[in-house]
């Protein structure tokens, strides 16, 4: 049952998180001048990515190694809507992240911060499907 447990604390640690990105860092991001919130978004976009990615992906794995295990389709479910992230991430935020780059490429931050609002409140999905994979674990390893 480790690796259930393993499941239950990646997909936990995915969930906060994307929480901490949507009601810490991102506010705080917001709060910035025009300028600073440029120079703040690309290294910290792509360190959050990392972040997420990984967490994301190591949920899903070990949900997967626990439906092997254990024969039980709710890790199935659990770790198949922790790596939706995933395909999430690549078709509603990849586009506005770049989108995002190449308004600060063209120097026009102000364009910049009304996308990177929009991306806020995609990202609030990210922390929706972290939610949702959690409690599935919670629910199987009850």
């Known amino acids: 049952m480790i690796i259930g447990s393993l499941a239950l604390a990646t997909a936990g640690a995915f969930t906060g998180a994307s929480l901490y990105v949507n009601y810490v860092e ?15 978004w690309e ?8 972040v997420l990615a990984s967490f994301a992906a190591l ?3 070990f949900g997967f190694i626990a439906f092997r295990e ?5 890790w ?9 992230s995933w395909p999430y991430t690549y078709l509603a935020i990849v586009p506005l ?4 780059l190449a308004l600060i490429q063209a ?4 364009e910049a911060r009304k996308v990177i609002n929009l991306w806020g409140r995609l ?17 199987a390893a009850g």
């Open 107 to 110: 120097d026009a931050a102000h």
């Open 26 to 40: 991102q506010p705080a991001r917001l709060a910035l001048t025009d300028d600073a919130l440029i120079k703040e």
């Open 70 to 74: 254990l024969d039980d389709v709710r």
């Open 76 to 84: 199935l479910f659990g770790a198949l809507v922790a790596i939706a």
């Open 59 to 61: 949920a899903a794995l």
């Open 123 to 139: 990202e609030l999905g990210q922390t929706a499907l972290g939610l949702v994979a959690t409690l599935i674990y919670v629910w």
């Open 97 to 100: 992240n770049n989108r995002i």
């Open 43 to 50: 290294p910290s976009d792509h360190r959050g990515f990392i």
